[in-house]
């Protein structure tokens, strides 16, 4: 896709998703870095559910180990991968109680060492807190990108340099937001609703269907 195309693109989206917000409910940083480790291969709504009763209990590092493995395993086990999860989710809150006293690093290398926090979490924690220029790609950022050939690759790794080199800055930071909108209501997995997409005419899409 050409540089002209990509711009006008992204100020469809710009125009139509107005107020990017995270589906993510949460009160705390804390609350939104376990929310993001819960999310992967699991919707947001889905783990919302399962939250809403864990933060109940839960508020900062301590409280998930005091609460222990097979507990959390037991709170959390409607989202995917829950056991790997409740395991990553403990080692994690060790490290942020013994290294960071209850806090959560706000830099990426460092979020990048703890145990289920991959670049994808680490992106979209920083981009949500400090509003900058991470751009997180999950599964709707991946296929929207590789979908309308606004820029291509074999992994979420290579899709996320791409979008660095060809997204002007201005436009990075709320680039997570609109592309998972515009996969959660338009270019969705299965069907995609091209007829009715507001970036159909420069979608290069070769099997859309624009009636
Ligand atoms: S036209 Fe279809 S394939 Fe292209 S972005 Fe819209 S919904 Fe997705």
Redesign the pocket.
């Known amino acids: 896709m050409n540089k002209n195309k990509r711009l006008i693109i992204l100020k469809k989206f710009e125009q139509y998703y107005l107020n990017p917000t995270i589906k993510l409910k949460y009160k705390t940083y804390f609350e939104l870095l376990i929310s993001i480790i819960l999310s992967a291969k699991s919707s947001d709504a889905q783990v919302n559910k399962v939250t809403k009763k864990l933060f109940l209990y839960v508020h900062k590092p301590s409280d998930i180990l005091d609460l222990g493995y097979d507990q959390l395993k037991v709170i959390i086990q409607s989202v995917g991968l829950f056991n790997k999860k409740a395991l990553a989710i403990i080692k994690t809150c060790r490290i942020l109680k013994n290294i960071y006293n209850e806090d959560i690093p706000m830099n990426k290398d460092k979020l990048l060492l703890l145990p289920g926090v991959g670049r994808k979490t680490a992106n979209l924690f920083l981009n949500i807190v400090l509003k900058k220029n991470f751009i997180a790609v999950d599964t709707h950022v991946f296929r ?1 990108s590789n ?2 050939n606004f820029v291509n690759g074999i992994s979420s790794y290579h899709v996320e340099n791409k979008l660095y080199q060809c997204v002007p800055i201005k436009f990075q930071s709320r680039l997570h937001s609109w592309f998972g909108s ?1 996969g959660r209501y ?2 969705r997995s299965l069907s ?3 007829s009715i ?1 507001i ?2 005419i420069w ?1 290069e ?1 070769p099997y ?1 269907i624009i009636k």
């Open positions: 929207v979908r309308t515009h338009f270019c995609p609703k091209c997409c970036i159909k979608c899409y859309k």
